[in-house]
């Protein structure tokens, strides 16, 4: 496992290298769907601080049997009646995509008190139906929705590139993510530092394009079943 991280950690700093960029400006998020919480366990041993899971209830079981310190970040689709368990559970939610699950993630979290729960708006850049994240023509009004929000916190954009032959072709993608970010930022004047892009296939284009958060399942785990 730590071979495996390690290895992650080495292709995350050349592409950085290569692009410009400082490594440490880019932040590794080990996706552990469908992982053991021994093998999540271990790669926290072997220095990730950051998890990224797709589901409610299989966090809920994990998080409670992994020891070590990690922040955890949600990266499925939220049903609004799950907001309540996500807000509670996550450090992190990176698949904002309604209104809905915005004020119901805010709502607990001012139950719970404590620090404001930092969240991501999920873009989809595809036009593919049936995929999740907000269409671009959406993303103005709902940013601006979360920054009324006071217990939750936009710091970026999220999006998962289309499935192509050749991950130079999802550059287009993740330079438009990024163009969106700025103009969010500046339209909204708050600080987006964050652009969550690029997995397995990926994420050396996605560091290329400015990525600071990549989510790698397959890269360190190995290849996994297919999700149902
Ligand atoms: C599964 C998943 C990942 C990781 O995918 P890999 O191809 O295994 O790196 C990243 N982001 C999201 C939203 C995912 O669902």
Not at 15 to 21: K, Q, V
Not at 209 to 221: D, K, M, N, Q, S
Request: proline residues 4%; neutral net charge; aromatic residues 4%.
């Amino acid at each position: 496992m730590a071979d495996a991280v390690h290895a992650a950690r080495r292709r995350i700093a050349s592409a950085a290298e290569r692009a410009g960029r400082d490594p440490g400006s880019i932040r590794l998020v080990a996706v552990t769907k469908g992982v053991e919480a021994e093998r999540v366990a271990a790669a926290i041993a072997a220095g990730v601080t950051d998890v990224g899971e797709n589901r409610v209830q299989e966090a809920s079981a994990k998080r409670d049997a992994v020891a070590g310190a990690a922040r955890w970040h949600l990266l499925g689709h939220l049903q609004t009646n799950k907001a309540k368990r996500g807000a509670q559970l996550f450090d992190v939610v990176e698949s904002v995509d309604s209104q809905r699950v915005a004020e119901a993630l805010a709502e607990r979290r001012r139950e719970l008190g404590g620090a404001r729960l930092d969240v991501l708006i999920e873009v989809d850049l595809t036009g593919i139906r049936a995929r999740t994240g907000v269409p671009e023509a959406q993303i103005t009004e709902l940013a601006r929705a979360v920054t009324q929000l006071e217990s939750i916190r936009l710091t970026g954009l999220m999006t998962i590139a289309p499935h192509v032959a050749d991950p130079t072709d999802a550059a287009p993608y993740f330079r438009r993510l990024g163009a969106l970010r700025d103009q969010l930022s500046e339209h909204l004047a708050i600080p987006m530092p964050e652009l969550s892009m690029g997995m397995s296939d990926d994420f050396e284009v996605a560091i290329a394009e400015g990525a600071t958060w990549v989510r790698l399942g397959r890269a360190i785990f190995g290849t996994r079943d297919p999700v149902p």
